[in-house]
């Protein structure tokens, strides 16, 4: 009943996603164990199907798979395979955790490692960062020195945390952004994703500083009239 | 209300218009600068710079634009290429496309008795939207439903959940601008065409259907209980369960839903007045600027895209507790 006892596991995990059930003193001694086993699954940062138990097991065990997740994403340095980087980033993009965030930020700026993991590294970095963001592979590599990168948001996401991100990791994130978008060394979709990256970040600023938001009145504008006195006011600036 | 005024919006404007007036002795000549009172966006405009003594030539010191731009948000003034001197009996046309709601001032001198005379003017139009900027800007696609037989992956680790919504946005990179080139509104960008927004998606767990293990493990007959002595759901409350989350993720489009209220928060938000409205005052290549546009849109939409998270999170603390609790039973296996 070995395989049994996984699918139990997985789907209580499932479950609490949706319910948030209370742990039992028992369930807790139990959920030790199986977040020990797990993480030495996940560390290996190879996930295949009859494991992926132990990748669910990051909602419940949260800190304690810290530093698996740090592992696991480390894996993919070398991994050119968009499959197996969409499946490992599958698993951990709504983990968020300053262990995967410094992984993922080591291979984004590592000239040596794959451009492919290198992309994939920046898309973990903006879901690290943003709660209702569900960067893609495919717009990410897409988005041309004059293009602006398409972004999907997200509804029912259930983000578990690990080890908090420190404040400063948003500002860490644009730098190293616009520095890999404007390094003509860099491979051509790893600018695009630096691209994305920065401008995802930068259209955020925005909107965070324009909050509390409300839906536009429609108001028509005021007239141009005489000139009135004062200055002339921006929303928005241009990014530069 | 006399003919010549017209509502600008809350206030009251009042439309320029010429006049042939005869007048007896020395009265000093006067500038005109006429212009259509209301247009459509895009369409051209042609406004008229004269003054009313024909033998005189004039020569236009000062020609500005004070225009609205970024969705009426913004007052900017444009200074306009100077014609220099007009012969005397001609007028000076300023054609071309409008495209934002503008005061045009000209400044002139001309000498009447060897004395140089100073003269000004100015004319107001009002730019009103196309139609294309009054339709609801909202998704004319069904959502695509991943799951069996679908086509996209479920994202794992949000498998924590039994559904998830995505919603994606326009390609900014398909909007098409213009600079104007020409007339009262020179230098002003403006958007010709805006993009669709693309089907979202929804994911939903393989868990819930039938032959998946996580579905199989669950009792024909209802009778088991788990170990928080609750009876487990049977596998038809599990189809229930699947189309409940159906419904809540928005694959019946219904207005309880995720789809239902993104929809909803789109037809209120009226981001086709937004994005057809914006006119903006950028230098660089056409490039760049349709970049910062896009820019801009992108900002927009993402500040809908914040307000709407607020409702659907909202909505999630409601919904998916009542439906889990009118199962009338659990769905844990085993705790």
Not at chain 2, 119 to 134: N, S
Request: hydrophobic share 40%; aromatic share 6%.
């Amino acid at each position: 009943m070995r395989s049994r006892t996984m699918i139990t596991a997985a789907f209580i995990v499932l479950s609490l996603g949706v319910v948030g059930a209370a742990r039992t003193d028992a369930q807790a001694g139990h959920t030790a164990h199986d977040c020990s086993k797990a993480a030495r699954i996940v560390a290996r940062g190879h996930p295949v199907k009859k494991e992926d138990w132990a990748w669910s097991m990051l909602l419940v065990c949260g800190a304690q798979d810290s530093e698996a997740a740090h592992d696991a994403w480390l894996q993919q340095r070398s991994v050119s395979d968009t499959v197996q980087l969409e499946a490992t980033y599958a698993r951990l993009w709504s983990f968020r955790d300053a262990g995967l965030f410094d992984a993922a930020a080591s291979i984004a700026a590592d000239a040596a490692a794959t451009p492919q993991s290198r992309v994939y590294s920046m898309m973990m970095l903006l879901a690290q960062l943003l709660d209702d963001t569900y960067p893609t592979y495919d717009f990410f590599i897409s988005t041309g020195p004059f293009d602006v990168c398409r972004q999907s948001s997200v509804a029912d996401r259930t983000i578990a945390v690990g080890t908090p991100l420190p404040s400063s990791d948003r500002q860490r994130a644009r730098t190293l952004a616009k520095s890999l978008a404007a390094d003509e060394s860099a491979p051509a979709i790893v600018r695009s994703a630096g691209r994305c990256l920065d401008q995802a970040l930068w259209i955020d600023d925005q909107v965070q500083a324009a909050k509390p938001i409300r839906p536009p009145s429609r108001q028509p504008a005021a007239p141009l009239g005489p000139r009135r006195s004062g200055s002339d006011t921006t929303r928005a600036g241009n990014q530069s | 209300m006399s003919l010549l005024e017209f509502p600008v919006f809350n206030l009251t404007g009042h439309a320029s218009q010429t006049y042939t007036v005869t007048v007896s002795g020395d009265a000093p000549p006067h500038l005109t600068v006429t212009c259509p009172a209301e247009v459509t966006r895009g369409t051209d405009i042609d406004c008229a710079i004269s003054i009313s003594d024909s033998t005189l030539p004039f020569t236009i010191t000062d020609l500005s634009a004070r225009v609205v731009t970024r969705s009426a948000e913004v007052f900017e003034t444009l200074h306009l290429p100077m014609p220099g001197t007009i012969p005397a009996g001609h007028v000076y046309h300023l054609r071309g496309p409008a495209v934002t709601t503008t005061m045009l001032t000209a400044s002139a001198s001309v000498t009447v008795d060897g004395q140089p005379i100073m003269l000004g003017g100015q004319a107001q139009f009002r730019v009103d939207p196309r139609p294309m900027e009054h339709e609801p800007y909202i998704m004319q696609l069904r959502p695509q439903i991943s799951g069996p037989g679908g086509t996209t992956a479920y994202p794992r680790l949000g498998a924590a959940t039994f559904g998830l919504y995505q919603s994606r946005s326009p390609d900014w990179n398909d909007i098409k601008t213009a600079t104007v080139t020409s007339g009262p509104n020179t230098g002003l960008s403006y958007v010709l065409s805006i993009p669709g927004i693309p089907a979202s998606l929804i994911y939903l767990t393989f868990a819930m259907f039938p032959g998946d293990p996580w579905y199989e493990a669950h009792p024909v007959h209802a009778g088991p209980l788990n170990d928080l002595g609750r009876q487990i759901c049977t596998q038809s409350k599990i189809d229930r369960l699947r189309l409940d989350v159906e419904r809540h993720e928005g694959v019946t489009l219904a207005d309880s839903s995720h789809y239902g209220i993104d929809q909803k928060a789109l037809r209120d938000w009226q981001l086709n007045v937004d994005f057809g409205g914006l006119v903006v005052n950028l230098p660089g290549s056409p490039q760049l600027v349709r970049q910062q546009m896009a820019l801009k849109m992108a900002t927009e939409w993402k500040m809908e895209r914040e307000y709407v998270r607020e409702i659907q999170d909202a909505f999630d603390s409601i919904d998916t507790p009542a439906i889990l609790h009118a199962l009338g039973c659990s769905i844990y296996l085993k705790i």
